[in-house]
């Protein structure tokens, strides 16, 4: 089970890289803090395209920046969203896609943290994604 710091700590991180969404398109403003096993808090913030297609989640900027700079290990993930320039107010899931990612570098008991404002719900991530495919999958 996590400590109430350390969820606290990621929402707040989570929270203020939201600020940094870059979302013209949809207005709707999401941030990730992920957690490595080192202590080390990566954040990410969605960065959406005109073409959408390019477009990439703030799950998925924490995770990919992570794993460039070597980190391998990780604890948790907090995500918080909503609409651009309004508080948070609702639990905001990550993306199937962001699933899948997750499930590459984390085992089905890791935690992911929603906000909506008020209360953090932590979930682990095998609830988030029931039937992952994965690397046991390609043998």
């Given at each position: ?36 096993a080192d202590g080390t808090i990566y954040t990410g913030a969605n960065i959406e395209s005109a073409s959408f297609t390019p477009t990439v989640c703030a799950e998925r900027v924490a995770m990919f920046t992570a794993v460039h700079k070597g980190e391998r290990n990780f ?65």
């Open positions: 089970m996590m400590n109430q710091d350390t969820i606290t700590a990621l929402v707040k991180n989570a929270l203020a890289a939201r600020e940094k969404s870059y979302c013209p398109y949809s207005g709707f403003a999401v941030g990730a803090a992920l957690l490595a604890t948790a993930l907090a995500v918080v969203g909503g609409k651009s320039g309004a508080e948070v107010s609702a639990y905001c899931a990550p993306c199937g896609v962001c699933r899948q990612v997750l499930s590459e570098f984390c085992a089905p008991d890791f935690p992911v943290i929603l906000f909506d404002g008020k209360t953090p719900k932590v979930i682990p991530l095998s609830t988030l994604l029931p039937a992952s495919f994965g690397k046991a999958d390609l043998t």
